[in-house]
């Protein structure tokens, strides 16, 4: 795997990489395979998760994590992505950036010399897709399973499609009209499903899409750079509030899971982050896990 921009990059490695993630989970200091390499870390958009949990995985591995922040660097004025790519990579063994632009990641990573990650964009959040698939067998124990994802289908969901296909895991969407995830992303998550036997679906209608779940997914209704819309998505996305009601229609053992930052009595209610069917907080820790197991494929 050259780079991490999309699921679609680690379709040949993503059972090597769940497997990995195991074996980091139950020893993460055992190996340092990445001392003296440096991951440097470009942040266009805040985050806690993301920059706590790369850096971790980093140290982890024996390798030095560098913070650095779009503001602070030359590319707050004006200097082109391409050029700030073929400097940063005479320096560092390899980039994570999390980006408001997903074709400005790609056009980052043309330009690179080292692996370049996907740490968010408005398109994929591959990082997250694939520590939901890890975070889900090891409370399943199978990837035979169907995941109901409610609300807004964006970044992360799109990624959760590609992901779910690729293990066979069956996934619907379930969203109004307007919120339906990237076409072509969920095309092609279509075109991997036959060959898998995953079932890929969308339907606006909350009791269809959640009925005999296994896993209920959300995320926030207003993610950076929707803020405009806000009282808008509020109003669309009501109805598919996840609440101890909809868990209803789901598997008496049904699982929810939740990327964070969660808003509490929008999109998810609070009784449900804190009930026994919430396997969110395991989902946040094993986002280290993960990206361990990515840094090591990419970068030894």
Not at 10 to 38: H, R, S, V, W
Not at 134 to 160: P, R, W
Not at 262 to 289: L, P, Y
Request: net charge negative.
């Amino acid at each position: 795997m050259k780079h991490l921009l999309s699921v679609l990059d680690a379709k040949d490695e993503i059972f090597e990489i769940l497997e990995l993630a195991g074996k980091f989970k139950e020893d993460p200091y055992g190996l340092k395979p990445l001392e003296n390499k440096t991951l440097a870390m470009i942040f266009e958009k805040a985050s806690t998760r993301t920059r706590i949990s790369f850096e971790m995985a980093m140290l982890h591995l024996g390798g030095n994590p560098l913070y650095l922040s779009a503001a602070d660097m030359q590319l707050g004025r004006g200097e082109i992505i391409e050029d700030t790519a073929m400097v940063m990579s005479r320096y560092v063994d390899g980039v994570m950036i999390r980006a408001k632009e997903h074709e400005e990641v790609v056009k980052f990573s043309e330009h690179s010399t080292v692996p370049v990650i996907n740490g968010l964009t408005n398109k994929e959040h591959p990082c997250q897709a694939l520590t939901d698939i890890f975070t889900i067998y090891e409370h399943k124990q199978s990837y035979n399973v169907k995941m109901a994802f409610l609300g807004d289908g964006n970044n992360v969901c799109n990624s959760l499609l590609l992901a779910c296909a690729y293990v066979g895991m069956d996934m619907t969407v379930v969203c109004p009209l307007g919120y339906e995830p990237d076409a072509e992303i969920y095309d092609e998550a279509l075109k991997i499903a036959e060959k898998t036997g995953s079932k890929i679906e969308i339907t606006p209608i909350v009791s269809e899409g959640v009925k005999d779940a296994d896993i209920i997914y959300t995320d926030v209704w207003v993610s950076m750079g929707d803020e405009a819309e806000k009282l808008k998505r509020i109003e669309d996305l009501k109805n598919y509030q996840v609440n101890m009601e909809l868990l209803t229609f789901a598997k008496p053992d049904a699982c929810v899971m939740h990327c964070l930052p969660a808003i509490r009595g929008q999109e998810i209610t609070d009784e449900v982050m804190k009930s026994d069917s919430s396997i969110i907080w395991d989902q946040a820790e094993n986002r280290m896990h993960v990206q361990t197991a990515v840094l090591y494929n990419i970068l030894k």
